[in-house]
Structures are given as structure tokens and as C-alpha cells.
């Protein structure tokens, strides 16, 4: 895997394979790890991948993500794979799971929504209408969500 | 609690059993007949924007049953105060036993609805859904075909925004109806909408022509293009006065066609066409009473007796 010699392996931590090319500081971003982490992260973009033609790789070092933070990815790097690793070994493989509803990972981007009202309560929610092709629409006013600008509105 | 938010709420079943109810309540929502079915219950009429038929069929249905209403318009209240949806809310369930909500926002029904535990029935969200009009929209069909099944429907002017027209589509799909959809390019029927209609596998058709169809409709639906929709008045401009139905157009029409508006009018639908057969516009918006009656019963659990005397 010609990519993994672009960074070194890791010790302990999750590795993240095959994300859409040029997408991998969204992810960062969707798992709130963009700021004020310690944590080393190795960030690799648009490399040959025989799968996806290009792609990216994400490396957390020390961090072992759990599943609810996993299923935010869902909405750009559906099929993503994912390893948490243990003493430079892959100790267990993750799968990402849209699931069937998304609570408080991404607004509705409907500038007429009730939930534009920042300091109204209630969890933002969007419902996914179809996983393949990606439909997603607002639980509440439900508008479909341009897939594209998605990463915009997250939360 | 039973809230209506969307027509997906009811099955065709539960709308013609509705329907049915409504039927049986005609002579108590005349004033014919007095039934305290709700006496002891209160309606929170909470109206963030502008209405007329809804607020006042909502009040009379509830009043002919018995029951008691409290009135909330944003103007005057904490509202206009900057209080959030989510707290007025919490103040009315304290308050009433059910809720009429309108609002600006899309959505805001589903939300209320999601912030409290008495029943919310949605008369209007934005330009999202209206379906309490639907019904006595239906039962206004049904009166006058005799059926649901079937029909031929025009829908006519602003289907961008205009709820009534999102929430009847969607029911009269579902009764296998065959659909044209005459509207403005800038104002066609949202394709989330389009697309879900058809699913259905019926015929949706889109057109700008509101000629074409007019002698084969069994039921012709006119819509107010809504200015208060519209950022700027230029764009209003550009659309306003594009469709105008007069008696003349009606020539050719079947019979049994009828005409219908959820009312207000503005220059859409001439007055020429009040005194034809096809006219059923101000019993629509009777219809109003009774089948808010029957969603009122339904929502607070009460049973409508076989016959209501």
C-alpha cells in the first residue's frame, strides 16, 4: 500500500481509509478534532488508491474513536474504512453506519426552517430518505438537503 | 397523541373514516344540532401569521362542540418579545388540551409537536404543509363526485409555496388521481414534492397552460399567488395576473366539474365564474367546520356517536 509509507505507522489510535478525495479536513472537522486537540494527526490527501481512483487517509494518533462519532462521517465518506489500532496492530475493524435519522450532526440548510432560530432548543434532525443514492431531508420542515454542501452545515 | 402534522399522518382509511364523521357532525357544525362533545376541553388557536378561514372554522367547530378557545397572535404577545417556539409551547401545554399552530417557519409544526405532549394539528407551516385545509378539501371532492377515487385534478398558480396544494397532492395521489400541475416556471411544485408524487406510479403532469386541460378536470383548484411569499416585488410582478378563470373558460367543462380556492382571491378566480354550477369555493370553506370537528374528536380521543342528535 504505497500510501502507508507516507506516514509512519501508528501505535495506538484509528486509521481511516479511503475517503473521497480532498475531503479529509472535512472529517477533521465533522469529528471536532480541528481544534484544540494534543493529539498527532497524519493527513494524507489525494493519493493513487485502486479502489477510488484518489483518495485520502486520516491517522489519529491516541485516540480510539468510538461509534457514535464514526457515524458522522457518514454523510461524506459513506464507505470509509476504519481501523483501531493497538500496538501498531489493526485490533478491530469499524464500519460506518448512516443510520436512519441524524441528530445534532448536521442543520437544516433551509433558510426558512423553524431550526434557523439559533436559540430555539431542540436537536437539529435529519432523516435519511435513501442511503443509495443519498437522499436526506429535514425531520422537521423536510426540504432535501443539497448532499454536495452538506459538509457546510455541520454542526 | 394523535397530532396531524402531514397527510402521511392519516391512512386513506383513517380520511374516509374522518370524512364519514364529518358528514355525521354537518347538522352540529349549521348549529342545528348543540353536542357538548368537548365540553370541558380548551383549543389553543395559536396564529404566528395571518388568518382568516382557518382560525375562525377552528374556533367555530370547537365552540359548536362545547369546548372552550384561547387565542394567541404574535403580535402583542412574548412572541414579539423574542420568546422561542420551544417556550411558547411549554406555556400552551400547560394551558390547553390541543393546539392549532401556524407559523411562518417550515417545520414549526413537526417542532411543537416534538416539544410538548398535547396534540398539535398543523394549520399552515411556511410554504410546507396545510393538511386540515386537505380535508375539507376531500370532503368538498367528495360531496360533489361522490368519491375519492380516480379524479382528474388541475392544480392551478403558486405551487412553489403554496401548502394547500403540497398536502392535497399528496392525498389525492394516494386515491389515484391523475394530476396536472399549472403553474409559473418560477413557482412549480417543489421537486422533493414531484417526486414523491410520482413515486406513487400515477401520471403528474407540468405545464404552464391552464387551457389545455380545463374540459377533461373533474375538479379545477385555484391558488392565490402569495405576495407576501415573494423578497422582492419585481419577481411578484413578473407572475401576478398570469392565470385568470372566468365563466367563459367553463364552456366546455364537464357537468360535474368543480371549481375550488382555498380563498383569499385575488384576480385569479373572475366573480363570472360565482354563479355557475361549478362554483364551490364559499361550501368549501364551510367544509371547514366539520371536518376541524371531526380532526378535533379525533386528536382528544373522544368517540363521535353513529348519529349526532
Given at each position: 500500500?504505497?500510501?502507508?509509507?507516507?506516514?509512519?505507522?501508528i501505535?495506538?489510535?484509528?486509521?481511516?481509509?479511503?475517503?473521497?478525495?480532498?475531503?479529509?479536513?472535512?472529517?477533521?472537522?465533522?469529528l471536532?478534532?480541528?481544534?484544540?486537540?494534543?493529539?498527532?494527526?497524519?493527513?494524507?490527501?489525494?493519493?493513487?488508491?485502486?479502489?477510488?481512483?484518489?483518495?485520502?487517509?486520516?491517522?489519529i494518533?491516541?485516540?480510539e474513536?468510538?461509534?457514535?462519532?464514526?457515524?458522522?462521517?457518514?454523510?461524506?465518506?459513506?464507505?470509509?474504512?476504519?481501523?483501531?489500532?493497538?500496538?501498531?496492530?489493526v485490533?478491530?475493524?469499524?464500519?460506518?453506519?448512516?443510520?436512519?435519522e441524524?441528530?445534532?450532526?448536521?442543520?437544516?440548510?433551509?433558510s426558512?426552517?423553524?431550526?434557523?432560530?439559533?436559540?430555539?432548543p431542540?436537536?437539529?434532525?435529519?432523516?435519511?430518505?435513501?442511503?443509495?443514492?443519498?437522499e436526506?431531508?429535514?425531520?422537521?420542515?423536510?426540504?432535501?438537503?443539497?448532499?454536495?454542501?452538506i459538509?457546510?452545515?455541520i454542526? | 397523541?394523535?397530532?396531524?402534522?402531514?397527510?402521511?399522518?392519516?391512512?386513506?382509511?383513517?380520511?374516509?373514516?374522518?370524512?364519514?364523521?364529518?358528514?355525521?357532525?354537518?347538522?352540529?357544525?349549521?348549529?342545528?344540532?348543540?353536542?357538548?362533545?368537548?365540553?370541558?376541553?380548551?383549543?389553543?388557536?395559536?396564529?404566528?401569521?395571518?388568518?382568516?378561514?382557518?382560525?375562525?372554522?377552528?374556533?367555530?367547530?370547537?365552540?359548536?362542540?362545547?369546548?372552550?378557545?384561547?387565542?394567541?397572535?404574535?403580535?402583542?404577545?412574548?412572541?414579539?418579545?423574542?420568546?422561542?417556539?420551544y417556550?411558547?409551547?411549554?406555556?400552551v401545554?400547560?394551558?390547553?388540551?390541543?393546539?392549532?399552530?401556524?407559523?411562518?417557519?417550515?417545520?414549526?409544526?413537526?417542532?411543537?409537536?416534538?416539544?410538548?405532549?398535547?396534540?398539535?394539528?398543523?394549520?399552515?407551516?411556511?410554504?410546507?404543509?396545510?393538511?386540515?385545509?386537505?380535508?375539507?378539501?376531500?370532503?368538498?371532492?367528495?360531496?360533489?363526485h361522490?368519491?375519492l377515487?380516480?379524479?382528474n385534478?388541475?392544480?392551478?398558480?403558486?405551487?412553489?409555496?403554496?401548502?394547500t396544494?403540497?398536502?392535497?397532492?399528496?392525498?389525492?395521489?394516494?386515491?389515484?388521481?391523475?394530476?396536472?400541475?399549472?403553474s409559473?416556471?418560477?413557482?412549480?411544485?417543489?421537486?422533493?414534492?414531484?417526486?414523491?408524487?410520482?413515486?406513487?406510479?400515477?401520471?403528474?403532469?407540468?405545464t404552464?397552460?391552464m387551457?389545455?386541460?380545463?374540459?377533461?378536470?373533474?375538479?379545477?383548484?385555484?391558488?392565490?399567488?402569495q405576495?407576501?411569499r415573494?423578497?422582492?416585488?419585481d419577481?411578484?410582478?413578473k407572475?401576478?395576473?398570469?392565470?385568470?378563470?372566468?365563466?367563459s373558460?367553463?364552456g366546455?367543462?364537464?357537468?360535474?366539474?368543480?371549481?375550488?380556492?382555498?380563498?383569499?382571491?385575488?384576480?385569479?378566480?373572475?366573480?363570472?365564474?360565482?354563479?355557475?354550477k361549478?362554483?364551490?369555493?364559499?361550501?368549501?370553506?364551510?367544509?371547514?367546520?366539520?371536518?376541524?370537528?371531526?380532526?378535533?374528536?379525533?386528536?382528544?380521543?373522544?368517540?363521535?356517536?353513529?348519529?349526532?342528535t
Amino acid at each position: 500500500m504505497a500510501e502507508m509509507r507516507r506516514v509512519t505507522a501508528i501505535c495506538n489510535g484509528t486509521a481511516i481509509d479511503h475517503i473521497p478525495s480532498g475531503h479529509a479536513l472535512q472529517l477533521l472537522k465533522m469529528l471536532r478534532l480541528d481544534v484544540g486537540r494534543s493529539n498527532p494527526i497524519s493527513l494524507v490527501m489525494n493519493v493513487p488508491s485502486g479502489k477510488m481512483g484518489r483518495k485520502d487517509v486520516l491517522k489519529i494518533e491516541d485516540r480510539e474513536l468510538n461509534q457514535e462519532e464514526l457515524d458522522r462521517l457518514a454523510l461524506i465518506a459513506p464507505k470509509a474504512s476504519v481501523a483501531i489500532i493497538r500496538n501498531y496492530a489493526v485490533a478491530e475493524k469499524r464500519r460506518i453506519d448512516l443510520g436512519e435519522e441524524l441528530v445534532n450532526i448536521a442543520r437544516c440548510s433551509f433558510s426558512n426552517c423553524i431550526t434557523q432560530n439559533p436559540n430555539e432548543p431542540l436537536p437539529h434532525k435529519l432523516r435519511v430518505i435513501s442511503a443509495d443514492p443519498l437522499e436526506i431531508r429535514c425531520a422537521y420542515c423536510e426540504r432535501g438537503q443539497d448532499i454536495d454542501e452538506i459538509a457546510d452545515y455541520i454542526l | 397523541m394523535a397530532d396531524l402534522i402531514t397527510m402521511d399522518d392519516l391512512t386513506n382509511e383513517e380520511i374516509v373514516e374522518l370524512l364519514d364523521i364529518a358528514q355525521r357532525l354537518l347538522p352540529v357544525a349549521k348549529g342545528d344540532v348543540y353536542a357538548p362533545l368537548l365540553q370541558g376541553k380548551v383549543l389553543g388557536n395559536l396564529f404566528f401569521e395571518n388568518s382568516t378561514r382557518t382560525r375562525m372554522s377552528f374556533e367555530t367547530a370547537m365552540k359548536r362542540l362545547g369546548g372552550e378557545v384561547l387565542n394567541l397572535s404574535s403580535i402583542g404577545s412574548s412572541v414579539a418579545k423574542g420568546e422561542t417556539l420551544y417556550d411558547t409551547m411549554q406555556m400552551v401545554n400547560g394551558y390547553t388540551d390541543i393546539a392549532v399552530i401556524r407559523h411562518p417557519r417550515q417545520g414549526a409544526a413537526q417542532y411543537s409537536a416534538d416539544a410538548v405532549e398535547i396534540p398539535i394539528l398543523n394549520a399552515g407551516d411556511g410554504a410546507g404543509n396545510h393538511p386540515t385545509q386537505t380535508m375539507l378539501d376531500l370532503f368538498t371532492i367528495r360531496e360533489a363526485h361522490g368519491t375519492l377515487e380516480g379524479l382528474n385534478v388541475m392544480l392551478v398558480g403558486d405551487l412553489r409555496f403554496g401548502r394547500t396544494t403540497h398536502s392535497l397532492s399528496h392525498a389525492l395521489v394516494r386515491f389515484g388521481a391523475t394530476l396536472t400541475l399549472v403553474s409559473p416556471k418560477s413557482l412549480q411544485m417543489p421537486a422533493e414534492i414531484v417526486s414523491d408524487l410520482r413515486s406513487s406510479g400515477k401520471d403528474i403532469t407540468e405545464t404552464e397552460d391552464m387551457s389545455a386541460e380545463i374540459n377533461s378536470a373533474d375538479v379545477i383548484y385555484m391558488t392565490r399567488i402569495q405576495k407576501e411569499r415573494f423578497p422582492d416585488e419585481d419577481e411578484y410582478a413578473k407572475v401576478a395576473g398570469i392565470y385568470k378563470l372566468t365563466a367563459s373558460d367553463l364552456g366546455g367543462a364537464k357537468g360535474s366539474m368543480i371549481v375550488m380556492h382555498p380563498l383569499p382571491r385575488v384576480n385569479e378566480l373572475c366573480a363570472s365564474v360565482d354563479s355557475t354550477k361549478h362554483a364551490r369555493y364559499f361550501e368549501q370553506a364551510f367544509n371547514g367546520v366539520p371536518t376541524r370537528m371531526a380532526l378535533l374528536c379525533r386528536s382528544l380521543g373522544i368517540k363521535v356517536p353513529k348519529k349526532v342528535t
